[in-house]
């Protein structure tokens, strides 16, 4: 564990989590048909432990055949099974898989945290409670169709490819399954090539739920396997969360086919603190919205906006709370910032470090020390920014922040949307009347007040311009699996 600077007048001794109840196979398979089989590729690629570059598991790479198996299994429970039940008898299914995620949630946790890098307080208290969270709330809906979308004959698309990134790996399962299997689809799902641990932990469950063979099946691999679902001609509906850029190629690969999508992607989403407000939450809304996570979320707060008036208080008190942040081993349990998903993903941000020295900005990163193996970052902000500078404008996808001022409302409105993408925004201050005036100004799919990154399972959530289209989440969330 990394120790924050002796400037601190308190210090954690490690509260390390057990591994020791942690079962993982040396290889895993597809999950096709309830069964687990070889890919007909033969090819195997290692999900490690970003924390300590330790190998954990061997991990099919499914090619072409394989989806296509996988989606054969899908259309065949579709057609056979999974459409003749009654909305109430998929709920059963639904709730079974919930509480057997519940039971098993610490195992979840902890697999999560070695596999993504997160630490394990977000994994233990955000990412498996919501995730469980989600299929129960979806399982309320699978019997009330009806009822959720009123004289229209709501029916299911058929067989759903389902695309996810390592950012929140068992809890974007859990947004796309659920609400799939609500609304009576059956699904192909793909896991990022560095996260695909916890969904292969609950294609076990599916296995012991019962739910009948082909419902959901869990085909894993880089890019190429991604692709795969995307180009086959019997997949109804595309969901995907994941970069931009491949949300693009995405969108150009099903023009003019039938297929239905909703894209989640990217974000540079803007904290906007007014001098009203009450600072020292606001401090810990910016670090959870900037830092917790290390920044591995799509709707990270990165671009914060102050009022002038208060800008020098909230960055003192900023660069103090920096300094006493924990970064180091995820299983830690006082650990504040994990490990970074990946070598890439850590170059990626040292590249946009480095870039932002280069652009002029000052930069200012915590003193703690950090672990010589593995792959981390200290927590980074940068002042002296300005709208065009790259760092300003790019998804670095890491904790780093760029902090800007303004003024007026209208100067940050506008500067808060000078961005491509529209994912979301958190406002920070005292008078209703001022959240009320922008959120309907600020082109953000959620803009939280007086908070950030707060999720659950009824509230929808998606982009605008850049970050996508479509909602997932909540009503909106069911209505983008039916007819
Ligand atoms: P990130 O930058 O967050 O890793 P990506 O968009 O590269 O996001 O990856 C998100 C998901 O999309 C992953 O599961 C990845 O394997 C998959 N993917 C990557 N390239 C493609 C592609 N061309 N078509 C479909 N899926 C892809």
């Given at each position: 564990m990394a120790k924050p600077t002796?400037?601190?007048?308190w210090n954690y001794s490690p509260s390390l989590e057990s591994t020791n109840h942690i079962r993982l196979k040396q290889q895993y398979g597809l999950f096709i048909n309830n069964e687990w089989v070889a890919p007909s590729s033969k090819k195997y690629f290692s999900s490690t432990?970003?924390?300590?570059?330790?190998?954990l598991a061997e991990i099919a790479w499914a090619n072409e055949a394989d989806v296509d198996n996988a989606v054969k299994a899908a259309r065949k429970a579709y057609e056979t099974v999974w459409s003749k039940l009654s909305g109430a008898e998929r709920g059963k299914y639904i709730y079974r898989i919930a509480r057997m995620m519940q039971e098993r949630a610490r195992e979840f946790a902890v697999i999560e945290s070695m596999d993504c890098g997160k630490p394990i307080r977000e994994s233990r208290d955000v990412d498996v409670p919501l995730a469980c969270n989600h299929f129960f709330y979806y399982a309320g809906w699978a019997d009330k169709l009806a009822y959720a979308m009123p004289h229209k004959k709501p029916e299911a698309l058929g067989v759903a490819g389902q695309i996810i990134p390592w950012n929140f790996p068992l809890l974007m399962a859990a947004w796309k399954i659920a609400p799939a299997l609500a609304a009576g689809n059956t699904v192909v799902l793909k896991p990022a090539e560095t996260t695909s641990l916890t969904a292969l932990k609950l294609a076990e469950i599916i296995k012991d739920s019962g739910l009948?063979?082909?419902?959901v099946n869990i085909v894993t691999g880089h890019g190429d396997t991604g692709a795969a679902i995307v180009n086959h001609?019997?997949?109804?509906k595309i969901a995907f969360t994941g970069s931009t850029n491949v949300g693009k190629i995405i969108q150009r690969a099903i023009a003019g086919t039938n297929k239905k999508s909703t894209l989640e992607l990217g974000g540079k989403s803007a904290n906007i603190i007014f001098d009203d407000a009450p600072i020292d939450q606001a401090v810990e809304g910016i670090v959870n919205g900037i830092?917790?996570?290390?920044?591995?979320?799509?709707?990270?707060?990165s671009r914060l906006f102050v009022q002038e008036n208060v800008a020098d208080l909230v960055i003192k008190k900023l660069k103090a709370r920096m300094e006493s942040l924990y970064v180091g081993n995820?299983?830690?349990?006082?650990?504040?910032i994990g490990a970074i998903n990946s070598k890439e993903q850590l170059e990626t941000i040292e590249k946009y470090i480095r870039l932002g020295k280069e652009e002029g900005a000052a930069i200012y990163q915590s003193a703690c020390e950090i672990p010589s193996k593995g792959y981390f970052c200290r927590p980074t902000l940068f002042t002296e920014?300005?709208?065009?500078?790259r760092i300003t404008q790019?998804?670095?996808?890491?904790p780093v922040l760029t902090i800007q001022t303004f003024r007026t409302i209208d100067e940050v409105i506008q500067k808060a949307n000078n961005t491509p993408f529209g994912l979301a925004a958190g406002v920070w201050t005292d008078k209703g009347s001022r959240i009320f005036n922008l959120t309907t100004k600020l082109k953000a799919g959620v803009v939280w007040a007086n908070t950030y990154n707060k999720f659950d399972p009824t509230s929808p959530f998606g982009g605008y311009k850049e970050s996508g289209f479509g909602r997932e989440g909540g009503l909106h969330g069911l209505g983008a699996y039916l007819k």
């Open positions: 002796d400037t601190l007048e432990n970003p924390a300590t570059e330790e190998v009948p063979p082909g419902v001609p019997d997949i109804d830092f917790f996570n290390q920044g591995h979320v799509c709707c990270a707060g995820p299983l830690d349990k006082n650990t504040d920014v300005s709208q065009s500078h790019e998804e670095i996808f890491g």
